[in-house]
């Protein structure tokens, strides 16, 4: 089991930047999958970003392709999303999510994933 915690939220100009970080507690973060999602108000949650238990492979929604990058330190237990040329569109909860399974694909449900933490607001002004 990992426990995730979500830091970096807040609000920011269209334009600009922020990065957001999840750390996951436990030994055994580097054998999880790691994705991020986000919901926007009155919407359902989507997918946003993965990678695998490296961090060699990687997946985005073509709506942040270009503009975001996931990342991820093991040595930390941390997981990352830097995110650039913010809209106001990307305002939303961001959260990180753990995927124990080893697929060979990166999955992009959020049924695929077991551990969630508990979101950080991210708000895009224009």
């Known amino acids: 089991q990992v426990q995730l915690v979500e830091s970096g939220g807040g609000l920011v100009q269209a334009g600009g930047s922020l990065r957001l970080s999840c750390a996951g507690s436990g030994r055994t973060f580097s054998s999880y999958a790691m994705g991020w999602f986000r919901q926007a108000l009155g919407k359902e949650r989507e997918f946003v970003a993965a990678?695998?238990?490296?961090?060699?492979?990687?997946s985005y929604a073509d709506s942040v392709k270009g503009r975001f990058t996931i990342s991820r330190d093991n040595a930390k237990n941390t997981v990352y999303l830097q995110m650039n040329s913010l809209k106001s569109e990307d305002t939303a909860v961001y959260y990180c999510?753990?995927?124990?399974?080893?697929?060979?694909?990166?999955?992009?449900?959020?049924?695929?994933?077991?551990?969630w933490g508990q979101g950080t607001q991210v708000t895009v002004s224009s």
């Open positions: 999510a753990a995927d124990r399974a080893d697929r060979t694909v990166l999955s992009r449900d959020e049924r695929g994933y077991d551990y």
């Open positions: 990678t695998s238990r490296s961090g060699v492979r990687t």
